[in-house]
């Protein structure tokens, strides 16, 4: 599975910045970057001990001076990825960091794929896969609870975890493999009981590891709020105070906004995808409808929703229609009713929204100040935000993590009935299935082909 190539690629973007880092990893990295160097291997290997930072001209087209660059020469074993690496921090901008690239394709590496870095640090030992897909994600992650709970991956948690229920599962299976050839009359009369409370044990925990995960997966995908109510509320309003811009428009002719529109932006620790959407009423207007469609659609897929109502307009139909959508969205999603416009006579009647606790909102005037009614909804959102993240417990963190956990679930439920029919043998081969299930998030040796699909996922560079 590890090749022999010497890889290269590009640790940071290209772009205008002050530096960039490139790296090679594999046997020839030395010999590649003392090309670059204009110097021989021995010069080299005497004139940059390993872990430290040397100023080193490097040259292109065979004699033209490129730049002069910061080389770390990292000796193997003791590298990211095990291999001999070579770092170059150069000069930022596209030219040089692409043609120190060129000259290093020229003199033998190759091009990384994507997460070829950190895929040779697994296949070292240097990482398991655990830690190698806390790396991937860390370099997305989108507030300060995912990267906490990737850290706690990175540093082993999710290792011990696993190494932990390898071991009562191991204890399980010895267990029972003592016993296979034992007549049924002789076997213990406490066997099954033990056995059973020792399988129901590891289904609890891996049922609550399963739940809190699944509570909490938003974490790790970034939340999705979405700003609904009827037309003219000042939902464009608030996108734009939220964004600091004015990037809807807005207008006091109703109908203003006829598609929803998304922006990213940053609340407190946590990065959200705001979309403002078109007012929900009734219309005969078929463009409208396609609109108004979408904001239900938006509604729908979103994690948490902010419902505005205008508070200088009597209760309307369409805020019924509003209040009844909150009570559907409430059973799978947090909701926020917020009462606009308040510093206009209200006359909305705000008993209606008594079972959703609304708040005050005004988008005239000093929208910035700290007692703005904005800042005050702003601090309640980024609360709400943080005792939805908030968790103690290790959690899963991907797709397949999730999928190696449920297949263990699966394989420990089917060994119950062999268990109380006292076939330990087919309990057994249960158990070994559900004993790879959990090596799989480890240390998954034996997938080749499933290494290279998950590597692929990583940036390149890393
Ligand atoms: N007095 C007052 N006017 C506001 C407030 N918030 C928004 N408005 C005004 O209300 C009108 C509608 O605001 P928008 O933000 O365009 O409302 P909207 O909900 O996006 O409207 P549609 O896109 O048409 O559905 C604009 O004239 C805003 O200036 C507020 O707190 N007080
Ligand atoms: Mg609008």
């Known amino acids: ?3 022999d190539d010497t890889i290269v690629a590009p640790a940071t973007t290209y772009g205008k910045s002050s530096l960039n880092v490139l790296r090679l990893s594999g ?21 940059l001990p390993a ?8 040259y292109f087209n065979n004699n033209d001076l490129l730049d002069e660059c910061i080389l770390i020469y990292f000796k193997a074993p003791h590298s990211y990825t095990t291999q001999d690496v070579v770092e170059f921090q150069c000069h930022g901008g596209n030219f040089i960091a692409q043609s120190i690239l060129q000259e290093c394709l020229r003199y033998g590496a190759r091009l990384a794929n994507p997460g070829e870095f950190t895929k040779r640090a697994f296949l070292g030992g240097r990482i398991d896969l655990s830690q190698a897909q806390a790396v991937a994600k860390l370099i997305e992650s989108q507030n300060a609870s995912a990267h906490q709970m990737l850290m706690r991956h990175l540093k082993g948690e999710m290792q011990s975890f696993c190494e932990n229920l390898r071991t009562d599962l191991i204890a399980l299976l010895a267990h029972s493999e003592v016993f296979i050839d034992y007549a049924e009359e002789e076997l213990p009369d406490d066997l099954l009981e033990n056995l059973k409370n020792k399988l129901e044990s590891i289904l609890k925990t891996l049922h609550s590891l399963l739940e809190q995960s699944k509570a909490k997966r938003t974490l790790f995908e970034g939340y999705r709020l979405c700003i609904i109510g009827k037309p003219n509320v000042g939902k464009s309003s608030l996108l734009n105070a939220l964004l600091h811009s004015n990037r809807a428009i807005v207008s006091e002719i109703a109908g203003t906004t006829r598609d929803s529109i998304e922006e990213n932006f940053m609340l407190g620790g946590h990065w959200l995808r705001l979309i403002d959407t078109a007012g929900i009423h009734q219309t005969q207007d078929s463009i409208e409808s396609e609109g108004i469609k ?4 938006k509604a729908e897929e979103s994690d948490l929703v902010l419902a505005l109502f ?16 909150l009570r559907t969205y409430q059973k799978s999603k947090k909701v926020v009713a917020l ?4 510093d206009l006579e209200c006359k909305f009647p705000l008993k209606v929204l008594e079972d959703f606790n609304p708040m005050n909102l005004c988008l005239k005037g000093d929208l910035y100040a700290k007692d703005s009614l904005l800042n005050i909804f702003k601090k309640n959102l980024e609360s709400l935000l943080d005792s939805k993240e908030e968790s103690q417990s290790l959690l899963l963190t991907s797709e397949y993590q999730f999928q190696a956990v449920q297949t263990c679930i699966q394989a420990l439920q089917d060994s119950i009935l062999p268990l109380q029919n006292l076939e330990l043998e087919i309990f057994s081969f249960h ?4 004993l790879k299930a959990i090596a799989s998030i ?4 034996e997938y080749s082909q499933m290494l290279d699909v998950m590597f692929g996922d990583f940036c390149l560079g890393k």
């Open 1 to 3: 599975m590890f090749d």
């Open 27 to 47: 046997k020839d990295s030395l010999r590649i970057a003392a090309q670059l160097a204009k110097t021989t291997l021995e010069e080299l290997k005497f004139s």
């Open 51 to 58: 872990r430290y930072a040397k100023l080193t001209k490097i």
């Open 294 to 297: 979408r904001s239900l659609e």
């Open 310 to 325: 205008d508070g200088s307009s009597d209760l309307m139909q369409e805020d019924l229609q509003i209040i009844d959508l």
């Open 339 to 342: 009462v606009n416009k308040m």
């Open 431 to 434: 158990l070994n299935e559900a």
């Open 442 to 445: 480890t240390k998954p040796y």
